[in-house]
């Protein structure tokens, strides 16, 4: 059985675009840390605020344009909300069940020596 190689047809389709590691899908848009649009962290670090801040005092600005607005409510979005997924899974609330049920009447008692001595 043949191992490594050439292979024919093997590899990516003609056309395929590739993206570098970590490179953002659009170029035009780079982010910082955290994931929060540079020009966003520029622009609240010249108003001595953090990112966080400064994206809710501009989404709940009436003056402020609207797509400015829905950009910034985009933006902070993940932050103050968090994804259906995020949290404990099946397994860790299984553990923090089996804890509980584990504790009063039903919990382990002393053992026998301490009894003794």
Known sequence: MARGGYRPNSGPKKGTKYRKKGETPNPKQKR?????????????????????????KVMNDETADEARR????????????PRKGEG??????????????????????????????
């Open 32 to 56: 910082g840390k955290k994931g929060i649009p540079a020009d966003i962290a520029a622009e609240a670090k010249a108003a001595n605020l953090d990112p966080l801040t400064y994206m809710l």
């Open 70 to 81: 829905d950009r910034m409510a985009t933006s902070a979005a993940p932050y103050m909300h």
């Open 88 to 117: 404990q899974g099946k397994k860790e609330e299984k553990d923090d069940r089996a804890k509980t049920a584990g504790k009063g009447k039903f919990g382990a008692g002393a053992s026998p020596i301490r009894r003794v001595k």
